[in-house]
């Protein structure tokens, strides 16, 4: 089993739709990081947060600790949203703070 | 927010020859350095991290002596991939931090096809 797992694997929608993605994760963390990958490969952070809740623009993420588990949410989707959606955590101790990372959310928009 | 090159952008190279791909943090000094590799459809995976000026410390798996990293300054990292083959090709990603977890920054990453 993948310490951090996202479901869906896949997801279509079309524009203006709400869409959550969902990022378990089975092992103790410092903070968690929500990426967005373009399809030409680059990766943007879009969050990074440790507890509660965060909000920029059309995008609010937020995390559970107890419960081990973490949302990403678009509202008002748009095509240009349409991208792979990584979850990652930072492991907890360590002095590195090294990335593990879900295998991603496709997701499709469509106009 | 801070910014992070890499270059080649893209590389296509022969087998048996050896490929330079270069990390810089452009408006901030980066005291770590990690180097990720990702294949189609799959999560990234880190290789190796690297602090300025000290031997990078690589992941099981990952051979030192083909996937070669300096860390010369606090802005340029370096991954020189040896003898390459096929199997080498891939999209390789290094990310830049300056202190804590907080500030890690992506490069936009390098593809690799070795023929």
């Known amino acids: 089993k993948n310490e951090v797992e996202q479901s869906p694997q896949n997801l279509t929608a079309q524009e203006g739709e709400f869409i959550t993605i969902n990022c378990s994760y089975s092992?103790?963390?410092?903070?968690l990081h929500w990426l967005q990958q373009h399809p030409g490969g680059g990766i943007v952070s879009l969050f990074m947060?440790?507890?509660g809740k965060k909000k920029h623009g059309r995008l609010i993420a937020t995390i559970n600790i107890q419960e081990k588990h973490s949302s990403l949410h678009i509202t008002a989707s748009h095509p240009r949203d349409s991208a792979v959606y990584i979850c990652?955590?930072?492991?907890?101790?360590?002095?590195?703070?090294?990335?593990?990372f879900g295998k991603g959310t496709l997701l499709t928009v469509n106009p | 927010g801070a910014v992070v090159s890499q270059h080649p952008s893209r590389v296509i190279c022969k087998s048996g020859t050896s490929v330079k791909i270069e990390c810089r943090s452009l408006?901030?000094?980066?005291?770590?350095m990690f180097w990720y590799r990702q294949f189609p459809k799959q999560s990234l995976m880190l290789m190796a991290t690297?602090?300025?000026?000290?031997?990078?410390?690589?992941e099981q798996g990952v051979e030192k002596d083909k996937f070669l990293i300096n860390h010369a300054s606090l802005t340029l990292s370096t991954l020189t991939v040896t003898s390459a083959h096929p199997e080498d090709s891939s999209f390789y990603i290094c990310?830049?931090?300056?202190?804590?977890?907080?500030?890690?920054?992506f490069g936009p990453g390098t593809r690799l096809l070795v023929l």
């Open positions: 990310s830049a931090r300056q202190g804590g977890f907080e500030t890690q920054y």
């Open positions: 092992v103790g963390i410092s903070a």
């Open positions: 947060l440790s507890s």
């Open positions: 990652a955590v930072y492991h907890s101790g360590g002095s590195n703070y090294k990335l593990t």
């Open positions: 408006d901030f000094q980066a005291t770590t």
């Open positions: 690297s602090n300025e000026g000290s031997k990078a410390t690589y």
